[in-house]
């Protein structure tokens, strides 16, 4: 994924868990960020490496949370950061950096590859994204009634089951 796919994809479902859709997409480009930019400073030869682990999400979540004494500001963090790995997902990632080592290739520069894959994650994300600003209203009314029957769901099987 590259921008849009990240950001709105993320965004949406952080909306659906009761989390900043504007934290949550905000922390899910900040692992491209940090390497990307790590790389185009000259400090790390790879596109994948500092910010793309289990650990980048947990340690930057957790300096949010001591700057910010809110819980719900760094789990945010946190999920934002964890949806871009899943998002990433498609390309080998350095998970547990630095306790292992990956034979990772370095690269000179950023190439960024626009396949179909692509095109269709960042209309994808494009779309979510736009919809967050345009129907947040009605996103959340259908999250409220999703909860609702998942609720009137188990209630009726744990009855059933007494
Ligand atoms: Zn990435």
Redo the contacts with the bound molecule.
Sequence with gaps: MLFFGHIGISAFFGLFLYLSPLIVGISSIL??FV?KGLLLAGLSPYT?LVA?NLFFGPALSAIVYLATKRKAVAIAVLFGTYM?LIE?IRTPLPWLWPLVTYDLVPVTGIKIVVDLFEIFTETIGLSLLVSLFVFKKNLIDAREKIIVVVKDFYDKRLVKKI
Aim: charged share 55%.
């Design positions: 692992p491209d390497d994948r793309h871009h990433d």
